[in-house]
């Protein structure tokens, strides 16, 4: 499961004495976490069927389909993820992509549906009980664009909204 695999790389690397920012995995590893990862949120989310496909392409990135059941990321950019932040920064974007797979609401602007996608992201973090702050440095790091973006808010708006999301999921497990 997602969140065994999660806390086994990151008790690894600690046992290795590694920089949490130099994890060393192959493509198989990185391919079957994420994958478990976007199994955890579609099955919280009720997203069925999930489907996932990963390619080798120029787009780094990843992308969940609108109401749908797709999702599509390059298996080389999910590795440097993972090489550079972590598992916990990679459950992070399954759990976003998944977050978008399930908004099925209308009229909502690119900015609101990330920030949908990121909520549902912090929640499943905190519901899990996985640490935030891969999540941030990710954000802070890789998915800044600050205002000038059109499709994505500025990292520092997003980490509010998986912020309030992680604090619902910790409710949640908590029973609160």
Same mark, same amino acid.
């Not at 997203?47 to 389909?65: D, F, I, K, Q, T």
């Not at 990321?73 to 916990?88: D, Q, S």
């Not at 997003?158 to 992680?166: D, Q, S």
């Given at each position: 499961?997602?969140?065994?695999?999660?806390?086994?790389?990151?008790? #690894?690397?600690?046992?290795?004495?590694?920089?949490?920012?130099?994890?060393?995995?192959?493509?198989?590893?990185?391919?079957?976490?994420?994958?478990?990862?976007?199994?955890?949120?579609?099955?919280?989310?009720?997203?069925?069927?999930?489907?996932?496909?990963?390619?080798?392409?120029?787009?780094?990135?990843?992308?969940?389909? %609108?109401? &749908?059941? #797709?999702?599509?990321?390059?298996?080389?950019?999910?590795?440097?993820?993972?090489?550079?932040?972590?598992?916990?920064? %990679?459950?992070?974007?399954?759990?976003?992509?998944? &977050?978008?797979?399930?908004?099925?609401?209308?009229?909502?602007?690119?900015?609101?549906?990330?920030?949908?996608?990121?909520?549902?992201?912090?929640? %499943?973090? &905190?519901?899990?009980?996985?640490?935030?702050?891969?999540?941030?440095?990710?954000?802070?790091?890789?998915?800044?664009?600050?205002?000038?973006?059109?499709?994505?808010?500025?990292?520092?708006?997003?980490?509010?909204?998986?912020?309030?999301?992680?604090?619902?999921?910790?409710?949640?497990?908590?029973?609160?």
């Amino acid at each position: 499961m997602c969140v065994e695999r999660v806390a086994w790389a990151s008790r #690894l690397a600690d046992h290795r004495g590694m920089n949490t920012s130099r994890y060393a995995v192959g493509w198989t590893e990185t391919s079957a976490l994420f994958r478990e990862c976007l199994a955890v949120a579609a099955d919280d989310l009720h997203v069925s069927p999930l489907r996932y496909y990963e390619h080798l392409g120029r787009e780094e990135n990843a992308g969940g389909e %609108l109401c &749908g059941t #797709l999702v599509i990321a390059n298996l080389r950019w999910l590795r440097e993820t993972l090489r550079r932040f972590g598992p916990g920064a %990679l459950a992070f974007i399954a759990f976003h992509e998944v &977050g978008h797979v399930a908004d099925c609401s209308n009229g909502r602007d690119a900015w609101e549906r990330e920030m949908l996608a990121d909520w549902q992201a912090g929640r %499943l973090l &905190g519901l899990l009980g996985q640490d935030i702050a891969p999540a941030f440095t990710w954000l802070l790091t890789e998915a800044d664009c600050g205002s000038r973006c059109t499709t994505h808010p500025p990292a520092t708006t997003r980490m509010g909204v998986v912020k309030e999301g992680y604090y619902r999921g910790v409710v949640q497990r908590l029973g609160w």
